[in-house]
């Protein structure tokens, strides 16, 4: 104990002044819904949905950790493209939800989608009052598509 | 003047006082705090500043439900809030802001002013063991254990002040401070307790007094992380309020009473004796606003102790330098 209030009180007083000179400087505060936070371009706000690129191969839904992916799709058969050709079938996607109430933004579904229909925005002002409306369907996901930015050049 | 006249402004006065200077001092720490974490706090309430912040807290507290636990000792319950708050008004009526400002002027103003503020722990103790509540009994046992021992460094430090001003009125102190020393270049000089030879007397005061309190560092007894609220967990709306007022009125008692006994109390040097009575209020207001910004400072800087590094600062580090502090204290007495 002696020893410990030997050593303690340079840091002790050290420590106070850090406080006063920390309350002597200007708070860097944004002040929120006055003036707005421009995020990194990169952001992780919200994820996006491109539908007309998604074929409902689940493999986001699957990868999800915390289950928030919700889709739903049905198989139609697709005439053969040559006469005498084999019959194909085609995934038609019905439902895309993400319930962002539960989504932990780790972007893993980002990074699993082999077909790009996936995008981070850096939005993120879509707070709700009741947690059911933070489901955003298909609708919505494609909403958000708008705001995504322009994806870095690819190295040569 | 009517005796009873007289004794209703007093009290007016006091309580106007001490829930004025608690919802200041709870707004100043906020703030203060607020700004010491690079934050800026309340900010919106009352229109400008967050003024009104510790109102609204206020108001929300009292609308809120008052609980008892259903094994609580209910009487005990229910009053213990107000033994808290009465010691904190209490110590308000001895303190002197002004020859005549003064609530009662006793003759045992130091004796009364420990023995209200030590009152606060039986409340402490009262509210830990009438709410049948693990975290509110430890809390409070803890509580009464910090106060007995820093009670002994407070009143030791207070005792060398005593000899030194040979009175335990609080004005004869006061008056003791601004007597003349001595005479420099046809003015005469005089100088508070903590220039002439208390200064190890105020350090030992003002750490005991934030143990007393039972503010950061010394909050053990509602150590949050491991008590939840201690001695308050089972406590909520007016009686929370109680609570919570009567400590910050207790910080602005202990420091009031700090200011007066080591740092002149409401005499400032080159006061003329005449303005003694409208000047001295604001000189000690002034006295007791720096004494609390330092509280304040404290909380938010320092870490909470452990509770065996609580006990051994009290009885190894500060009850024999106070000793020591008397002993030196009572022999310049004596010899000059």
New interface residues.
């Given amino acids: 104990?002696s020893r410990?209030?030997k050593f303690a009180i340079p840091g002790?007083l050290k420590?106070?002044g850090?406080?006063?000179r920390?309350?002597l400087?200007k708070?860097?505060?944004t002040?929120y819904p006055d003036v707005k936070e421009i995020p990194v371009p990169r952001a992780r706000g919200v994820i996006s949905l491109d539908a007309e690129a998604c074929t409902a191969c689940m493999l986001c839904a699957r990868e999800c950790p915390d289950w928030c992916i919700y889709i739903e799709g049905h198989k139609v058969e697709k005439a053969p493209s040559k006469p005498g050709g084999r019959v194909r079938t085609e995934n038609i996607l019905d439902r895309f939800d993400i319930d962002y109430g539960l989504c932990m933004y780790c972007g893993i579904c980002v990074d699993v989608c082999p077909f790009d229909a996936l995008f981070w925005s850096p939005e993120y002002e879509y707070s709700e009052m009741k947690i059911a409306d933070l489901l955003h369907d298909q609708e919505r996901l494609g909403e958000w598509l708008t705001t995504v930015p322009e994806p870095p050049a690819l190295e040569s | 003047m009517n005796a009873w006249l007289e004794l209703g402004i007093t009290l007016v006065v006091i309580l106007v006082v001490v829930l004025v200077s608690a919802l200041v001092t709870i707004y100043v720490e906020l703030k203060?705090g607020?700004?010491?974490?690079?934050?800026?706090g309340p900010?919106y309430a009352g229109g400008r500043w967050g003024w009104a912040q510790p109102l609204a807290d206020g108001a929300k507290f009292l609308q809120k439900e008052d609980l008892a636990p259903a094994k609580a000792d209910g009487p005990v319950y229910r009053l213990a809030p107000y033994v808290v708050m009465m010691s904190a008004i209490g110590m308000f009526a001895v303190i002197p802001a002004g020859p005549d400002l003064v609530g009662v002027d006793l003759a045992l103003g130091v004796y009364f002013v420990l023995a209200i503020s030590a009152l606060a722990t039986l409340g402490v103790l009262m509210a830990g063991w009438s709410s049948a509540n693990k975290y509110s009994l430890i809390g409070g046992l803890r509580a009464a254990a910090q106060l007995i021992a820093y009670e002994i460094p407070l009143i030791l430090a207070v005792v060398a002040v005593v000899i030194q001003a040979e009175t335990m009125s609080l004005n004869g102190i006061v008056e003791a401070q601004m007597a003349t020393l001595f005479t420099l270049g046809g003015m005469d000089i005089a100088l508070p307790f903590i220039l002439t030879g208390q200064i190890v007397g105020f350090g030992i005061f003002v750490v005991a007094a934030v143990a007393e309190l039972s503010r950061i560092p010394f909050d053990m007894p509602i150590a949050e992380s491991e008590l939840t609220m201690g001695y308050l967990t089972e406590y909520s709306g007016i009686r929370f309020t109680m609570f919570f007022l009567g400590e910050y009125a207790s910080i602005v008692g202990f420091s009031a009473v700090a200011a007066t006994l080591f740092l002149g109390g409401y005499g400032a040097p080159f006061l003329p004796e005449s303005l003694a009575n409208i000047a001295g209020p604001f000189v000690l207001l002034a006295k007791v606003a720096v004494l609390v910004f330092v509280i304040i400072?404290?909380r938010?800087?320092?870490p909470r102790l452990r509770e065996d590094?609580l006990q051994?600062?009290a009885w190894?580090?500060l009850i024999p330098i106070a000793l020591v502090n008397v002993g030196v204290v009572a022999t310049f007495k004596v010899v000059f």
């Fill in positions: 104990m410990g209030i002790l420590g106070m850090l406080t006063l920390t309350m400087k708070a860097p505060v002040m | 203060a607020s700004h010491m974490q690079a934050r800026i900010y400072w404290i938010f800087t320092w590094q051994s600062l190894r580090w």
